[in-house]
């Protein structure tokens, strides 16, 4: 082997077809959608909802992010950057926040123009019951930004962007993102999350910031449902002209707080070394 040549399993696991690539990662991903959703309508105590996601997260995520020991866990871990945010850290935590509330508000503006399809009644009398939010919260703050962020912004991205180039990867990652979630009126909103997450990494060459920002989300929607109610762009005491003029007013101090500290984290990135190339093409700029 030449000197800086690849491993041989980079030059051999690495070739196989995009789509197989792909695919194999969104059929991880429903997996975890269709148990998610099992889990949050079966009439069990949530307690063990809880326990279930939990366990259900854990499986799929040592098994398909942190596999055995092997070629392909080394294969894995090359192309998901699961390393610490250093530097990035404050400024990762400044865009989670201001994203989650951008993001937030923008759903609800969305509903006003776009009704959203009414919940199910089951899940509904779920999150009713005492602590029936609790395994909401762990699928949507928890495991499922640990699960969707390693898989798509990590690998899905990593591998898009070996053979793209940065800006292709992180408009396609974000598209499947927003089509695998199953949740056709929430395209929008989870495409938007999904360009948030790809630039962030790409920024960081970090899923934890991605991660960040997904249970950022994930969490305040949760809590908003549980202690904000009324917290509606189209009815209540935010109903008519006063709930557009607060809304947009809303995403324009949030988008520029977001623009801000993504900034800031433009300039550590430029600052930072460019990572050796790995993989099954050369490295885009």
């Known amino acids: 082997m030449s000197a ?24 991880v991903f429903l997996v975890w959608i269709f148990g998610r959703q099992l889990l949050l309508l079966a009439p069990i105590p949530p307690a ?5 996601l939990l366990a ?12 055995w020991p092997g070629p392909l866990a080394e294969e894995r871990r090359a192309r998901a950057p699961m390393r610490s945010l250093g530097a990035h850290w404050p400024w990762a935590i400044l865009t989670a926040l201001a994203a989650a509330v951008l993001l937030l508000v923008f759903t609800e503006l969305y509903a006003r123009f776009v009704p959203p399809p009414p919940p199910d ?7 009713a019951r005492p602590l029936g939010w609790l395994p909401s919260l762990v699928a949507v703050g928890l495991v499922g930004p640990l699960l969707g962020e390693s898989l798509f912004r990590g690998w899905m991205q990593g591998r898009l962007t070996r053979t793209f180039g940065p ?35 790409y ?8 991660v960040l920002i997904s249970a ?10 549980l202690w904000l109610p009324d917290l509606d762009f189209s009815t209540g005491p935010l109903g008519g002209d006063r ?15 977001s623009v801000y500290t993504l900034g800031r984290q433009r300039v550590l990135h430029d600052a930072e070394p460019e990572e050796p190339a790995r993989g099954d093409a050369p490295p885009h700029a």
């Open 4 to 27: 800086g040549a690849p491993p041989v399993f980079f030059r051999t696991r690495m070739e196989r077809p995009l789509f197989l690539d792909l695919s194999g990662a969104l059929l």
């Open 48 to 52: 063990a909802a809880t326990a279930a």
């Open 56 to 67: 259900a997260g854990a499986l799929l995520i040592a098994g398909w992010v942190w596999p």
């Open 121 to 127: 009644d089951v899940y509904l009398a779920n999150f």
């Open 167 to 201: 800006e292709v990867a992180i408009i396609n990652a974000a598209a499947l993102y927003a089509v695998a979630n199953l949740y056709v009126w929430l395209v929008p909103t989870l495409f938007l999350l999904g360009l948030l997450c790809g630039y962030s990494v």
């Open 203 to 210: 920024l960081t060459r970090s899923v934890w910031s991605a």
């Open 216 to 225: 950022a989300f994930g969490s305040l929607g949760i809590l908003a449902d």
């Open 243 to 257: 709930g557009l003029v607060l809304g947009g007013a809303l995403i324009a101090v949030t988008a520029a707080v």
